[in-house]
Nanobody
Framework: QVLLVESGGGLVQAGGSLRLSCAAS????????MGWFRQAPGKERDFVAT????????YYADSVKGRFTISRDNTKNTVYLHMNSLKPEDTAVYYC?????????????????WGQGTQVTVSS
């Protein structure tokens, strides 16, 4: 089973940028769609972005569209989340997840493997 390890979280001021990385432990990562989700304190885990197996198709939550970009490098077994124009409401633990499908999906139940999460805190 593939393992996922996120990195790149931290504290940033509003308007700033961060890049999250998610490294997968297995080459078969390249056949799976990947996603990023986030969970703020006291709230449910929400979909953020997804990318298909090849990187040719992406989909975003309305709340991050135009500010966040998901990408992947299958040669490095890594998926990224570039976050720009960060807002205090983006503060959450961000999770990387691997789907059991090739095509991008925003459905949480389609994701079978999850990372441990990385904290992103945006100060006002």
């Amino acid at each position: 089973q593939v393992l996922l390890v996120e990195s790149g979280g931290g504290l940033v001021q509003a308007g700033g940028s961060l890049r999250l990385s998610c490294a997968a432990s297995r080459r078969t990562f390249s056949t799976n769609a990947m996603g990023w989700f986030r969970q703020a304190p006291g709230k449910e885990r929400d979909f953020v972005a997804t990318i298909n197996w090849s990187g040719g198709s992406t989909y975003y939550a309305d709340s991050v569209k135009g500010r966040f970009t998901i990408s992947r490098d299958n040669t490095k077994n890594t998926v990224y989340l570039h976050m720009n124009s960060l807002k205090p409401e983006d503060t959450a633990v961000y999770y990387c997840a691997a789907s059991d499908r090739r095509y991008s999906t925003s459905v949480t139940d389609d994701y079978k493997v999850w990372g441990q999460g990385t904290q992103v805190t945006v100060s006002s």
